[in-house]
C-alpha cells in the first residue's frame, strides 16, 4: 500500500511538473472503458461479475474473522499465527496460478501517446502503477487485516503483527509484478501455458518432495519480519527490483518497430484438400484451420489441448476420486471439450477482423456456423479417442467418457454457437507481441461454467437417485437429441446470428 | 439498377443520410464526392446491408437489400482493409472469396493475370500474408478481390487513397474498362476531384447526408466541383 502510495505521489509530482496530469491517463481509461460496445451491452454479465467479486470480498472477510476462533479451537496447543505462516507457501502460489489466469498487465492504448510530448517512462509508470490497484491486490487484504485485527485483540504485540500484514501485502504486489513478468515470457514465446505450468508445479515438486522446504522458508521469512519488523525491507527491495524489471520491459516494447516489426514470417503453404469431404463448408473449414495455425491467440487453444487431455490424471490415480463416480462425467466433459469450450467460447469473434467482409460476401450463414460445429465436433472424437486409456483407471471411467463426449457433440457445441450470437467483442489477430496477453478475461470463464455444471448437474441428480449407468446413459440420450436435431437446432442459431447481424458489425468495428 | 427511394440513416437525432431519390442505372461508373462525414461511407454500407437504414430503402436489381440476401452474388465491394483476412496469403485470400463466389482456383487465376501490370509484382508469389504487406498493396489486393466472380455492382470506398501514381493510374484505366466494356456499374468515392472526373461518367456530391449536385461530367465538372469545394461558387 505504502509502496504503491509513494510511486504514485512521485508519480503525480513529476508529471505534474512537465504539465501533463496523470488525471488525463485516468481519463482516457475510464472513457475507454465506459464508451466501448462491450461494456454497453453486456450490463448484466458486468452485475454478474460484480456480484462475484463481492462475493469472494465476504468469503474472505468471513475467512479473516473466523480463522483465529477456529484454529485457536481445533489446534489449541499451537499459535495460529505459526499455523498461518506455515500455510502461506500454498497461499502464494495459488495467488501466482490464479493471477496468471485471470489478470492482465492493464492496458491502455499507448500508441496514439507516444508522438505526444509524455515521456515514454511516463507512460510505462502509469501502465504499472495502474496495475497495483487489481482488485487481486486488495482481495487478500479483506482476509489479512481482519485476522491481524484478531491477533491484536488476543494480545499479541500491534507493531509486529501491523509489519506482518505489511509484509503480506508487500509480498502480494511481489506476485502482482511477477506475474506480468511471466506473462510476457509466455507471450513472447510459443510455449502458452507452458512457463506458469513449470513454474509453479516445480516449485510445488520441489517442495512435496523436500528437496527445499519452500513452506518453512517463506514460513520462517515472515516470522522473521514479525519479530525484527525491519527486515520488512528483504521483499520491499524485491518489489522494487521487480518493478523496475518490468519497467525495463515495458520501455523497450513501446516503440512501434518493436512491436510491429514483421517477423518476414515465411509462410508455410498447406494444402487442405482433405477438407472438400465437409462439402460447401469447406471454404471455412480451411480458413479456421488456418485461422488457428497461424494466429498466436488461437494456437493457444491448441496448446491447451495437451494440459485437458492430462486433466483426468488429476483425479483418476488418486483413490479417493474412485469413490466419486459422479466426478468422471465432470471430467469427461473437461477432457473431451476442453477444445470446444477454448475455441467455441471466441466464436464467431476470432473472425472480427474481417466480419464486415463476410457479411456482405455471397455466403449462407449457415455454412460459416456448419464449419465451427464440424470442427468443434471432429475434435471432440479426437479427444475422445486419445482420452481411452484412461480406462486403465477403470472401465467406468470410458463409460462416462463416451457419454461426456455424446452430451459435448450434441448439445455443448450448440450452446457454444448460441452462446456465440452475444458475442461482442473484437478479438484482434493481427496484434502482436507488445501488451497482447492472452486475453481471456474471467467474463469467458463465467460463460463456461453451464457448459461444464449443467452436465454435471444432470449426472450428479441421475447417479443420486438411479445409478451410475443411468446417468451415463441420461448424458447420451441428450446428446443424442442434440444430434437428431441438429438441422433445426442450426436452423435457430442462424436465425439468432442473422438477428443480431448488425450489432456484431457495429461492435467488431470498434477498436476496444 | 439501383434505386434507392426515401433512404435515411440516423444516429439519435442526427440525421447523417437522407437520400429522397438516386437511380443509378447499369453500367455507369458512379462517383461520390463530399467532404467527411457527408454520408460517403454510410451510403456505401447501405448498399451492402452492413447497417440497417432508419427510413426508406435500396432496391439494387429489383432486390431489396435490406430485406433479401439476394444481392450479394453480383454485389461486390472493398470499403477497407477489414475486408481482407490478415493471416492468408493473397493467393489464399483470392481463392477464399473465388469459392465464395462460385469460381475455381483456374478461373480465379485467369483473372490475376491480367492484373500483373496492376500488382507490380508486389503482391502474387511474396510468400507474405496479407496482414505483412504494406497499406497500398492491402488495398491492391483488396481491389483486385473485389473484381472476382464476374459482379455486376462494384463498390470501392476511396479507392485511390495509399496507392502510388502508377498504381492510381492504372486502376483509373481499369474502372474505366469495366464500366465501358464489361457493362459493370461501379460506384466509387474519393476525397481527389481529379480522379473522380477522370473516371466517372456521373458525379454526385454529398454535404451533410444530402444530394446537393448531380452532374454528368464534362469538361466543366472539374472546374465546378474545385469551385464548389473551395467556397467560392457564384450562384
Given amino acids: 500500500m505504502i509502496v504503491t502510495k509513494c510511486v504514485l505521489i512521485l508519480l503525480i509530482e513529476e508529471t505534474n511538473s512537465k504539465r501533463m496530469k496523470i488525471k488525463h491517463f485516468i481519463n482516457l481509461e475510464w472513457k475507454q472503458y465506459f464508451r466501448s460496445a462491450y461494456w454497453q451491452k453486456s450490463m448484466a454479465l458486468n452485475v454478474l461479475l460484480v456480484f462475484v467479486a463481492l462475493y469472494f470480498v465476504v468469503t474472505f472477510l468471513a475467512l479473516g474473522i473466523a480463522l483465529y476462533p ?5 489446534f489449541p496447543e499451537q ?27 492493464p492496458v491502455m492504448s499507448v500508441k496514439p501517446l507516444l508522438t505526444l510530448p509524455i515521456k515514454r517512462s511516463k507512460v510505462v509508470h502509469y501502465v504499472l502503477g495502474k496495475s497495483g490497484f487489481s482488485f487481486f491486490n486488495f482481495l487478500p487484504l479483506f482476509a489479512f487485516v481482519p485476522f491481524g485485527v484478531m491477533l491484536i485483540i488476543n494480545g499479541y504485540p500491534i507493531t509486529s503483527v501491523i509489519f506482518w500484514v505489511i509484509a503480506i501485502f508487500v509480498i502480494t504486489l511481489v506476485i502482482n509484478f511477477l506475474n506480468f513478468i511471466i506473462e510476457s515470457l509466455s507471450s513472447e514465446t510459443e510455449l502458452s501455458y507452458l512457463p506458469i505450468i513449470l513454474f509453479a508445479g516445480g516449485l510445488f515438486a520441489i517442495n512435496y518432495f523436500d528437496l527445499i522446504s519452500f513452506t518453512n522458508l517463506v514460513s520462517n521469512a515472515v516470522s522473521s519480519i514479525y519479530e525484527t519488523p525491519l527486515l520488512i525491507a528483504i521483499p520491499v527491495l524485491v518489489l522494487i527490483g521487480l518493478y523496475l524489471v518490468n519497467f525495463g520491459k515495458l520501455k523497450k516494447q513501446l516503440y512501434l518497430d518493436s512491436s510491429l516489426k514483421a517477423k518476414a514470417q515465411e509462410v508455410k503453404a498447406s494444402n487442405l484438400e482433405w477438407t472438400r469431404k465437409f462439402g460447401d463448408a469447406a471454404p471455412f473449414m480451411q480458413l479456421d484451420l488456418k485461422l488457428i495455425w497461424r494466429n498466436k491467440r488461437p494456437r493457444s487453444s491448441v496448446f491447451i489441448l495437451v494440459i485437458g487431455l492430462l486433466y483426468g490424471l488429476f483425479f483418476y490415480p488418486n483413490p ?29 469473434a476470432w473472425d472480427s477482423g474481417y466480419y464486415k467482409m463476410l457479411m456482405s460476401q455471397n455466403i449462407k450463414y449457415k455454412q460459416y456456423l456448419k464449419s465451427k460445429y464440424t470442427l468443434m465436433a471432429v475434435s471432440v472424437v479426437i479427444l475422445f479417442i486419445l482420452s481411452i486409456p484412461y480406462v486403465y483407471f477403470g472401465w467406468k471411467i470410458l463409460l462416462a467418457h463416451f457419454a461426456a463426449a455424446v452430451y459435448n457433440i450434441g448439445v455443448n457445441t450448440h450452446v457454444m454457437l448460441l452462446g456465440g450470437s452475444f458475442n461482442r467483442k473484437k478479438i484482434d489477430l493481427n496484434q502482436r507481441a507488445a501488451f497482447n496477453y492472452q486475453g481471456t478475461g474471467a467474463v469467458q470463464w463465467l460463460i463456461g461454467i453451464p457448459l461444464m455444471a449443467l452436465p454435471l448437474a444432470i449426472f450428479g441428480a441421475s447417479y443420486y437417485f438411479f445409478s451410475f449407468e443411468i446417468g451415463c446413459l441420461v448424458l447420451t440420450i441428450l446428446g443424442v437429441i442434440g444430434i437428431v436435431f441438429h438441422q433445426k437446432l442450426m436452423n435457430l442459431i442462424t436465425e439468432k446470428y442473422l438477428d443480431s447481424k448488425y450489432k456484431m458489425i457495429q461492435a467488431f468495428s470498434q477498436d476496444n | 439498377m439501383i434505386h434507392t427511394s426515401n433512404l435515411t440513416k440516423t444516429y439519435g437525432s442526427k440525421t447523417v443520410l437522407d437520400i429522397e431519390h438516386l437511380d443509378i442505372p447499369k453500367g455507369q461508373s458512379f462517383g461520390l464526392v463530399g467532404n467527411n462525414g457527408a454520408g460517403k461511407t454510410t451510403f456505401f454500407s447501405l448498399l451492402l446491408d ?35 483476412i490478415g493471416y492468408l496469403t493473397p493467393e489464399e485470400y483470392f481463392y477464399f472469396i473465388g469459392e465464395l463466389r462460385g469460381q475455381n482456383k483456374a478461373d480465379v487465376d485467369a483473372l490475376l493475370s491480367q ?23 492491402q488495398k491492391k489486393a483488396g481491389i483486385v478481390a473485389a473484381l472476382i466472380g464476374n459482379p455486376e455492382v462494384i463498390i470501392l470506398d476511396e479507392p485511390f487513397a495509399n496507392l502510388d501514381p502508377t498504381t492510381q493510374i492504372r486502376l483509373k484505366g481499369i474502372i474505366k474498362n469495366l464500366a465501358e466494356t464489361k457493362g459493370v456499374t461501379v460506384l466509387i468515392s474519393s476525397h481527389d476531384l481529379m480522379h473522380v472526373t477522370d473516371v466517372c461518367e456521373r458525379i454526385v456530391v454529398l454535404e451533410k447526408g444530402k444530394i446537393i449536385k448531380d452532374l454528368a461530367t464534362s469538361e466543366a465538372t472539374l472546374k465546378d466541383l474545385e469551385a464548389h469545394f473551395a467556397g467560392t461558387e457564384t450562384v
Avoid: C
Avoid at chain 1, 477456529?70 to 481445533?74: A, D, F, H, Y
Avoid at chain 2, 430503402?57 to 475486408?83: C, G, H, Q, Y
Fill in chain 1, 70 to 74: 477456529i484454529l485457536k479451537e481445533t
Fill in chain 1, 79 to 105: 499459535d495460529p499465527l505459526v499455523i498461518v505462516n506455515s500455510y502461506l507457501f500454498y497461499w502464494f502460489l495459488a495467488d501466482v496460478i490464479m493471477r496468471f489466469f485471470f489478470q492482465k498487465l
Fill in chain 1, 320 to 348: 479417493v476420486y474412485q469413490d466419486m463416480p459422479w466426478m468422471f462425467a465432470f471430467v469427461g466433459i473437461f477432457v473431451t471439450g476442453i477444445f470446444l469450450i477454448n475455441f467455441g467460447q471466441f466464436i464467431p
Fill in chain 2, 50 to 84: 452492413l447497417i440497417r437504414p432508419s427510413k426508406g430503402e435500396i432496391r439494387s436489381n429489383d432486390i431489396l437489400v435490406k430485406e433479401s440476401e439476394d444481392w450479394k452474388p453480383f454485389t461486390s465491394a472493398f470499403i477497407d482493409e477489414s475486408f481482407l
Fill in chain 2, 115 to 137: 492484373f500483373e501490370d496492376f500488382f507490380h509484382g508486389e503482391i502474387l508469389n511474396q510468400k507474405k500474408y496479407l496482414r505483412d504487406l504494406s497499406k497500398g498493396n
